[in-house]
């Protein structure tokens, strides 16, 4: 089975301040990586994804994140952070190639922009 | 083009009664998925669709959750006799199929479901 974690349940950073959301998971075969993004009252919205190839991957909203396999890490950082960010990001996985079905999620950062 | 849409946005209901919750998946999109946010749960795998075979049903809580999907497209999640702790965002998500391979899935802006 595949297990995500996000040990800050909760990150404050001051606008225009750099941040690093940590998401750190664990399977015993191959899986894809995705970052989805929560506004208040909204559904889940797709901020980036890694399926293969290049390690870092950029999303929208200036978003990206480094796919560590070593460290079992994808952590997602954006160098500066705007009021609108406000939101809770989840890191989701699953397994890369059993075909479709269900995503694994994180419990959840709630990141909050300070002015 | 269109996304996930869900109906309705908010549901409140008295514990004991019965409530259907509907998704509308991207056109094309042959997989379709209901999950569950809750507060002390987090995001919770409820079944999967994925064309004509059968269901998976892994994530369903109880026997009162059950889930159609008609005509390859629309889906209905219904709660039989609702309780408490079903109160909780329903979300529906949906994906494309490529053999051997997973999907994005898009999802859809939820239904609060509050149980009194």
């Known amino acids: 089975a595949q297990s995500v974690t996000q040990l800050d349940s909760q990150v404050p950073v001051f606008e225009e301040a750099p941040v690093e959301l940590r998401c750190n998971y664990s399977?015993?075969?191959?899986?894809?990586l995705f970052w989805y993004v929560q506004y208040p009252n909204q559904g889940l919205q797709l901020l980036l994804k890694y399926l293969s190839g290049s390690t870092l991957v950029k999303g929208i909203n200036g978003f990206e994140a480094e796919f560590n396999k070593s460290q079992t890490s994808f952590h997602l950082r954006k160098p500066s952070v705007h009021i609108s960010d406000t939101a809770e990001y989840f890191c989701a996985v699953i397994r890369s190639n059993f075909g479709n079905e269900k995503l694994t999620f994180g419990t959840g950062t709630r990141l909050t922009i300070i002015p | 083009g269109a996304g996930v849409s869900q109906s309705p946005s908010n549901k409140v209901t008295e514990k004991g009664k019965d409530v259907e919750l509907r998704c509308d998946p991207i056109s094309g999109h042959t997989a379709l998925y209901w999950y569950r946010q809750s507060l002390g749960q987090g995001l919770e795998f409820l079944i999967y669709?994925?064309?004509?075979?059968?269901?998976?049903k892994s994530g369903l809580p109880s026997d009162r959750f059950s889930a159609e999907r008609t005509g390859g497209s629309v889906s209905t999640l219904t709660i039989q006799r609702t309780q408490q702790e079903d109160s909780a965002v329903y979300l529906c998500?949906?994906?494309?199929?490529?053999?051997?391979?997973?999907?994005?899935?898009?999802f859809g802006p939820g239904t609060r479901l509050t149980v009194l």
């Open positions: 998500a949906s994906s494309s199929w490529t053999s051997g391979r997973a999907n994005t899935q898009y």
């Open positions: 399977s015993s075969v191959s899986v894809y």
């Open positions: 669709f994925q064309g004509n075979s059968a269901p998976d």
